[in-house]
């Protein structure tokens, strides 16, 4: 069965500083990793997916992520905190072995201070 | 307009009432699924259908039943509901001719059973 980890609930960034959100996965056989982001009053939007392709993963608003097997991780990253990125940020992992159900982490929070 | 809607936006019930929340896309997506937030769990898959005549049990199903009443409409039913139920709960979409399974999400309904 496929699990995902999210190190850290709460993650607090000044504007510009770097953010780096942390997910660790388990699977039984290659996953597909995701990372949704789910801004206030709405629902989950992608930001990127690794589907064993490239290992480092470039998605919208700036945010890329890295797969490292040897680590089980897909550690999201965005070099300049910017206001708008504040919002509650998901990874998911899902595999063929399960329907390419998603099974989803309990999300870390990010606020961003000016 | 959105591709994926659900109705009601937010509800506020009485315990033992019956409840049904309804989602509809237009996405022309065979795959939907429903899914509950709560805080600190992050999102838990509760049914999911992968066309009108296939509907699957997720995680968390006691409690809940769901109708696939045409490849656009998919309803989550709460027979008598209780106030562990009060959670956002989500509706989703996927197109099964991509593996990697993308999900694409409703902008939730916030349900309270009191």
């Known amino acids: 069965a496929q699990s995902v980890t999210q190190l850290g609930s709460h993650v607090s960034v000044s504007e510009g500083a770097l953010v780096l959100l942390r997910c660790n996965y388990s699977?039984?056989?290659?996953?597909?990793l995701f990372w949704y982001v789910q801004y206030p009053n709405q629902g989950l939007q992608l930001l990127l997916k690794y589907t064993s392709a490239a290992t480092l993963v470039k998605g919208i608003n700036g945010f890329e992520a890295e797969f490292k097997k040897s680590e089980t991780s897909f550690h999201l990253t965005k070099p300049s905190a910017h206001m708008s990125d504040a919002a509650e940020y998901f990874c998911a992992v899902s595999d063929q072995g399960n329907d390419y159900k998603l099974s989803f982490g309990a999300g870390t929070t990010v606020t961003v201070r000016a | 307009d959105a591709d994926v809607t659900q109705t009601p936006r937010n509800r506020i019930t009485k315990t033992g009432k019956r409840i049904m929340l309804e989602c509809s896309q237009t996405?022309?997506?065979?795959?939907m699924y429903w899914y509950r937030q709560d805080p600190g769990l992050g999102l838990r898959l509760i049914y999911y259908?992968?066309?009108?005549?296939?509907?699957n049990k997720g995680e968390i199903s006691d409690g809940y039943s769901v109708s696939r009443q045409a490849q656009a409409k998919f309803s989550l039913s709460l027979e008598s509901a209780i106030p562990n139920q009060t959670a956002l709960y989500f509706c989703a979409t996927s197109d099964p001719g991509h593996r990697t399974d993308t999900q694409y999400f409703g902008p939730g309904t916030r349900l309270t059973v009191l």
């Open positions: 259908s992968f066309d009108v005549k296939d509907i």
């Open positions: 996405k022309g997506h065979d795959r």
């Open positions: 699977s039984s056989v290659p996953p597909y």
